[in-house]
């Protein structure tokens, strides 16, 4: 059973840092591509970031690029995703997912596990 689990989000003050973790389990990271989403009350999930399992390659959207960094270690089986310089705009539940196509980007659609949510809280 593919599993995804996220964990790392908190409190934090603008300005600040946080590092949220992405633990995949049910299926290699050789072939498969994890992405970071958010969801802020009251508005739609957008894509934030993704890595390619099978070359590392990476893609922010335009409103963390900057400011976040994905990482992976295959090894772990687990995907990072730092976050500097946070603002009170991402403020947002985090989902981590796992798409079967190795090179997804940031479309909902393309994914196909998802975890069940970490809260990040950016106070002013």
């Known amino acids: 059973e593919v599993q995804v689990v996220e964990s790392g989000g908190g409190l934090v003050q603008a300005g600040g840092s946080l590092r949220l973790s992405c633990a995949a389990s049910?299926?290699?990271?050789?072939?498969?591509?994890i992405g970071w989403f958010r969801q802020a009350p009251g508005k739609e999930r957008e894509g934030v970031s993704c890595i390619s399992s099978s070359d590392g390659s990476t893609y922010y959207a335009d409103s963390v690029k900057g400011r976040f960094t994905i990482s992976s270690d295959n090894a772990k089986n687990t995907v990072y995703l730092q976050m500097n310089s946070l603002k009170p705009e991402d403020t947002a539940v985090y989902y981590c997912a796992a798409s079967l196509l190795s090179h997804a980007r940031l479309g909902y659609d393309e994914y196909d596990y998802w975890g069940q949510g970490t809260q990040v809280t950016v106070s002013s």
């Open positions: 049910g299926f290699t990271f050789d072939d498969y591509a």
